[in-house]
């Protein structure tokens, strides 16, 4: 049972390796490129909904946020209606890269599901969002201070 997490987080990481290695050409540091694809999807988005959706804490976010904008990837602009609130867009450098990380993703989805079916892949999706829909419920829990009862 247990591993099943086991073989998920050693996908994730070989993906994240390779990922990390084959950006490094343009400047994006570890880990960097989850918060770009997200933003150029998401043009406009808060800082606050990057984090959610890459399940990451606010301070990490910012920080990875941060070096994107330094490195001219992505730009922060004032909410029309209220000041407080910083949206993130993609710069033209941003856009530029975006089809190659993109290209990445896609390349890897290939081999990662290289000999199966069109049903299994669709069962494994399947299954792969309900286990992050029941994680989700824990990482709210805990992100909030509260503590599991193992």
Aim: hydrophobic share 35%; proline share 2%; with cysteine.
């Amino acid at each position: 049972m247990s591993e099943i997490l086991r073989e998920i987080g050693m996908i994730a990481r070989a993906l994240d390796s390779i990922s990390n290695i084959e950006f490094k050409e343009y400047e994006l540091a570890k880990g960097q490129y989850l918060y770009l694809v997200r933003i150029c999807e998401n043009p406009g988005i808060i800082q606050e909904k990057v984090a959610e959706m890459i399940k990451v804490d606010r301070t990490t976010a910012a920080r990875s946020i941060k070096k994107l904008e330094i490195k001219g990837f992505i730009e922060k602009k004032e909410d029309q209606h209220n000041r407080k609130i910083k949206k993130l867009f993609p710069t033209e450098k941003g856009k530029q890269i975006y089809p190659f990380i993109k290209r990445e993703n896609d390349y890897s989805n290939t081999v990662a599901l290289e000999g199966l079916s069109e049903k299994e892949i669709e069962t494994v999706s399947n299954l792969l969002q309900r286990v992050r829909k029941n994680i989700e419920k824990d990482w709210e829990y805990v992100k909030k201070g509260n503590k599991r009862n193992y």
